[in-house]
Each structure stands twice: as structure tokens, then as C-alpha cells.
């Protein structure tokens, strides 16, 4: 069974960004890279829970700010200047891309709620 765009797509951002984070220089290796490595890899179970559950909307609207989080942390990393403009703005699209497909995915949800809610109801004879 072919993944969802987006599960795929954050499994490859975690496969790029990793082993830069990895190299970072102990004083934020340790700190500011460990909590974006646990976010990315928080946010890929999130969105596999996701996947599986009756309560998506939620589940999705969580995972909003937890790509929040992650844009600003990956701008602190820049900031530092521990991050070429090149390579922040590669992240950055993929960051963005993923944020596309998960508001797509919102947006679906949504749509199917608005939907069943306009039903009529089956009147009884």
C-alpha cells in the first residue's frame, strides 16, 4: 500500500535533516537539535496516528503547531549561523511543502464534515 504524501514526505525531511543536526556543535547539539530531532520524529507517530484514527481533525490541528515549533526552531539554527542560507531555504520548502499537504488534508476533513452535517435527516413514515 502506497504511504500517504505526507508521512513520506516527512520521513525524508528526518532522513536529510538528522545527520546535520548531528554535527552541530555540542553547545546546541544538545540542546536545540535534540528537541528538533524529537519534534521530527514526534511529528512523523503523530501523523501515522493520524492516519489510523477516528478523531483526524484533532490529531491534525495538534501537528499545525507542531510545525510551527519546528520553522522556528530550524530559524534559530540560521540565526546562530549554524545553517547556510542554502540550506535553510531547501528546509524551509520542505517544512513549507509538508505544511501544504497537511492543511490539504485539513481542509478534505473539513469538507466531509460540512457535508454529512447539511444530510437531511430520514424522515419516518
Not at 13 to 34: A, D, M, S, T
Not at 92 to 107: A, C, E, T, V
Amino acid at each position: 500500500m502506497p504511504e500517504l504524501a505526507i508521512i513520506q514526505k516527512t520521513y525524508d525531511l528526518i532522513k536529510w535533516y538528522v545527520p546535520i543536526l548531528n554535527r552541530l556543535p555540542r553547545e546546541h547539539k544538545f540542546q536545540l537539535g535534540n528537541r528538533i530531532v524529537e519534534t521530527l520524529y514526534k511529528f512523523l507517530e503523530s501523523l501515522i496516528e493520524a492516519k489510523y484514527s477516528r478523531q483526524k481533525q484533532a490529531k491534525l490541528e495538534s501537528l499545525n503547531v507542531s510545525l510551527s515549533i519546528l520553522r522556528y526552531q530550524t530559524r534559530l539554527l540560521f540565526d546562530f549561523a549554524l545553517f547556510s542560507t542554502q540550506r535553510y531555504e531547501y528546509v524551509s520548502r520542505l517544512i513549507d511543502d509538508i505544511g501544504n499537504d497537511l492543511g490539504g488534508w485539513l481542509k478534505q476533513l473539513q469538507k466531509r464534515t460540512d457535508e454529512t452535517s447539511r444530510q437531511p435527516l430520514p424522515v419516518n413514515s
